[in-house]
């Protein structure tokens, strides 16, 4: 079965700051990742996504995710954050064959506080 | 860009009724949507896909019984929670992608979530 581990659940650092926040994956076959943002009280958006290629992905909003496969890893990254990156971010894995059915397993987020 | 539209976005209830729950696209169609439910400080958990003109796909052990899924339409999928419990407090999210395209280059776009608070 698949799974996501997330090992930091609150991560604080400032303004202008180099952000990186882990993501561990299992799954036996090339997994598809994914990472989101939660807004409070909101549904989630899309950060950016890995299906195949090149192991390191540009999203929005200046965020890029790396995979390492001898790691099985995918962590999100930013050179520099800014007050509005404050929300909860969730990395996700889903196999291909459940792939357009949503069977996306979730971690248990991360919630990073940005201070002055 | 693509709209899912969730409502109500907070709603309170007495325990033993029924609460619906109304997930829309609002620029595209969609013939399955996603329902997940989020605990407090906790991830998202896939309760069921609903489906277009046929019956949802529940879970393994989502009650079929207590979340009663409807997708009269391809841009309509309405959550019922029926004779509601305390426990049943909990963040509702659902989500769907432009069926039109390929899912690879589509993404999931996602509601803005339901508070339910069963008092």
């Known amino acids: 079965a698949q799974s996501v581990t997330q090992p930091d659940i609150h991560i604080t650092v400032s303004e202008g700051a180099s952000l990186e926040l882990r993501c561990n994956y299992s799954y036996g076959a090339t997994p598809y990742l994914f990472w989101y943002v939660q807004s409070p009280g909101q549904g989630l958006q899309l950060l950016l996504k890995y299906f195949s290629g090149d192991t390191l992905v540009q999203g929005i909003k200046g965020f890029e995710a790396e995979f390492k496969r001898s790691q099985s890893s995918f962590n999100l990254r930013k050179p520099s954050v800014h007050w509005s990156d404050a929300a909860e971010y969730f990395c996700?894995?889903?196999?291909?064959?459940?792939?357009?059915?949503?069977?996306?397993?979730f971690g248990t987020g991360t919630r990073l506080t940005i201070i002055p | 860009g693509a709209v899912v539209s969730q409502h109500p976005s907070w709603v309170i209830c007495k325990s033993g009724t029924s609460v619906k729950i109304e997930c829309r696209s609002l620029?595209?169609?969609?013939?399955?949507m996603f329902w997940y439910r989020q605990f407090p400080k906790q991830s998202l958990m896939l309760m069921a896909t609903s489906n277009e003109g046929s019956k949802a796909t529940y879970e393994q052990g989502v009650e079929k019984d207590k979340f009663l899924i409807n997708h009269a339409s391809l841009t309509l999928s309405t959550l019922t929670v029926t004779s509601a419990h305390p426990e049943d407090s909990s963040f509702y999210i659902c989500s769907a992608r432009d069926h039109t395209k390929a899912a690879i280059n589509s993404p999931l776009h996602f509601g803005n979530g339901t508070r339910l608070t069963v008092t």
């Open positions: 996700a894995v889903c196999s291909g064959t459940n792939f357009g059915n949503e069977k996306l397993t």
């Open positions: 620029d595209f169609q969609a013939t399955t």
